[in-house]
């Protein structure tokens, strides 16, 4: 009876294991836009961002951005998300 319900439990967690690793990883490129961020190195025009606790290679084609400011993303391309500041620059 164990033997049975072990070789049972073996049999689902292996299927269900497989099923997972045979997945393709899946970015929602909608979900990362409009989130917001912060700079973790100046953004020169490229460097590097913190959104959602994960650390993304981006890069700003409008202006330069400093060190620890507040981002917002704009596109995602790829692997690299393409910022700009949360606050637009009061001229």
Known sequence: MIVAAFLTYEIVTF???RRAL???PVIWSEAMVGRCGKTTTSLTPDGYVQVNGELWHAFSSDTNINEGEDIVVVELDRLTL???PLQAPKK
Do not use: N, P, S, T
């Open 15 to 17: 299927r269900l294991g």
């Open 82 to 84: 393409r910022v700009a």
């Open 22 to 24: 045979e997945r393709k």
